[in-house]
């Protein structure tokens, strides 16, 4: 029955939305929409954006910039480790073969 979605209510900003959730991920929604609501206070109360609409689009617009972002230095980060172990690998191979050619 986690899999089954419930009902739940969340609050956006001081409004309140009810949203079919399975069980399971309720404390992710909450949290979810609480991280959503914090974002969107934010922008709010830059006061350069007026209107709940255009409050949301330019905090969906923040959340995505961030979200590539951090993406994109996950991807670099994959690929530094990534040449660090091969580089790391190299070194053991070399110390490995240059101990075989001792022995002999």
């Keep these: ?5 419930v ?3 969340i ?3 001081d409004k309140e939305f009810r949203i079919a959730c399975p069980e399971s991920e309720q404390a992710s929604l909450l949290e979810s ?3 959503l609501s914090d974002k969107m ?10 209107g709940m609409d255009r409050i949301a689009v330019m905090t969906a617009l923040n959340l995505v910039h961030e979200l590539l972002q951090s993406k ?4 670099n ?14 070194k053991i191979d070399n110390a490995l073969n240059n101990s075989k050619q001792m022995e002999l």
């Design 1 to 5: 029955m986690s899999g089954e979605s």
């Design 7 to 9: 009902p739940i209510t």
């Design 11 to 13: 609050k956006v900003l």
């Design 33 to 35: 929409a609480n991280y």
């Design 41 to 50: 206070r934010e922008v709010r109360d830059t006061g350069k954006v007026i």
């Design 72 to 75: 994109s230095e996950q991807a």
């Design 77 to 90: 980060f994959s690929r530094d480790f990534s040449r660090r172990l091969e580089l790391l690998q190299d």
